[in-house]
Structures are given as structure tokens and as C-alpha cells.
């Protein structure tokens, strides 16, 4: 039976409707940063989904053909997920005001085995048989990254992705009454409260994703979507919603 991330890590994909703490640790990521719009028809963000699962598919598969990266095992590919900023304004305080001043890295994650040469693999497997790939891996914008979250707060948002702001209004009053607050990195405004008052990129955000086993400096609104809005009422959907934490 293949390995499945979601039923072997229930503390960080079975999350409940009632906040509660997670201590999240090391994993590894796909990942691709962008900005804009997630729903413009072909844009940025459509390209990255492509470019993440394109990959993560060419791995998952490998098992399949005449060479598996050491130490493979059959496994489900785990849900996608994403981190979020915005300029200053981007949010109203109920819902986005301006999706297009949406930044964003999405990140599939991946199992341990896959290494920076396996990494190198797939993007060359994926480039000769995926031609609608190989623009955005030419370009080098897909990433292998590797960070320890730490200490969150998590929630499942059931309903529209619009209709977030009130749940995450639920994990901020569940965070202030644990006597820690949200540790969201300036610049990485949030729905609730925190201000934009800096400015980053999405290649900068990845190198400092990058550390291995550590926590990064830049720690933000994070969501994990375990329906797929293709298939799926939007009354439906679920959608797990994390934010960094630290003592007060």
C-alpha cells in the first residue's frame, strides 16, 4: 500500500475545526514562487501548479522505469500547499480586497529521499517529456527547499477561500489566548491586523526557506488544500490554515 503523508502525519493534515497547536518539523518541498492573481486563466500561478505536480509526478513515478532514487518507496503524492503575502491594502479586513497584489510560494512536499541530484532529475525527465514545462524549468524557477516550521497555530477552514478571514479572526483569539502571538514575518501582511510595512521577493523568500533543518527567519501565512476547487462545492472545501507562533 502506498505511503500515505496525510494518514501517517495526521497532527499536520487530520486538523480539526477547533484550533490547537503543532510543533511542525522538518520536511521537504517543491516549491515555486510568483505573485498575482491565483485564479487569472494561465497565469503565474496556474504555471506553478504545473511546474509543482509536473515534477512531483515524474518522481512518484519513477518507479516505473529503469532508475528510482535510493532509499524509493510507493507513496501518494501530498496535497498542495501555499504561503502567503500582500502589500499593504491587499486586505479589507473581511475579505481580499486586491487579489492581483497577492505573493505566494506553492509547495507540494516531498518524501526525504528525494535529494538536490534527484531534484536535477526529474527536472530533466520532466523537460523531455512534459514540453509545457520546460520554459519554467529552463527559467529555474522550481525549487527543492528544506525548513523545520516550528511552533504553529492550525485551523481547518471549511467554505470558500474568500470566506477565510473569519476563521483565521477564530486562530488569532485562540493564539492571544495562549499568551503567544503570531509570528508572521514583516511583510508578510496577514488577514488579521498585521501591517505590511516591508517589502520582499518571492527568490528571496526561497533562499531563506532553505535551511535545512531549521527554522526560517521568514515565517508566514501558510494554507493546505485538501479539496481541489475543480471538483469541489465551494461550500466544501477544506482547507487547513497555519500561522507561526512565538512567545509574546
Not at 110 to 136: C, H, I, N, R, Y
Not at 140 to 159: D, N, P, S
Not at 230 to 238: D, F, I
Request: aromatic letters at 10%; glycine letters at 8%.
Amino acid at each position: 500500500m502506498a505511503f500515505d503523508f496525510k494518514k501517517e502525519f495526521k497532527s499536520l493534515y487530520g486538523v480539526k475545526r477547533k484550533p490547537t497547536l503543532v510543533d511542525v518539523p522538518p520536511a521537504t518541498y517543491l516549491a515555486v514562487a510568483g505573485t498575482g492573481n491565483p485564479n487569472e486563466e494561465n497565469g503565474a500561478y496556474a504555471e506553478a501548479l504545473s511546474l509543482l505536480y509536473g515534477l512531483s509526478y515524474t518522481i512518484k513515478m519513477s518507479k516505473m522505469g529503469e532508475w528510482q532514487p535510493e532509499g524509493y518507496f510507493d507513496y501518494t503524492v501530498p496535497p498542495l500547499e501555499g504561503l502567503w503575502w500582500a502589500g499593504e491594502g491587499a486586505f479589507n479586513g473581511a475579505q481580499i480586497a486586491d487579489k492581483d497584489a497577492l505573493s505566494w510560494v506553492s509547495l507540494i512536499r516531498q518524501p526525504d529521499f528525494v535529494t538536490p541530484d534527484v531534484f536535477e532529475w526529474a527536472s530533466e525527465v520532466a523537460a523531455k517529456k512534459k514540453p509545457q514545462l520546460v520554459d519554467g524549468l529552463n527559467a529555474g524557477k522550481a525549487h527543492l527547499v528544506r525548513f523545520v516550521e516550528g511552533l504553529c497555530a492550525q485551523i481547518t477552514h471549511v467554505g470558500p477561500y474568500d470566506d477565510e478571514p473569519a476563521t483565521i479572526a477564530q486562530l488569532s483569539d485562540f493564539i492571544s489566548s495562549e499568551g503567544l502571538r503570531e509570528d508572521i514575518s514583516e511583510g508578510g501582511e496577514s488577514p488579521v491586523g498585521h501591517s505590511a510595512t516591508d517589502v520582499f521577493d518571492g527568490e528571496e523568500v526561497l533562499k531563506a526557506l532553505n535551511t535545512s533543518d531549521g527554522v526560517p527567519v521568514v515565517r508566514l501565512h501558510h494554507e493546505i488544500y485538501l479539496g481541489d476547487p475543480r471538483k469541489t462545492a465551494p461550500e466544501k472545501l477544506k482547507t487547513i490554515i497555519r500561522h507561526p507562533v512565538a512567545a509574546c
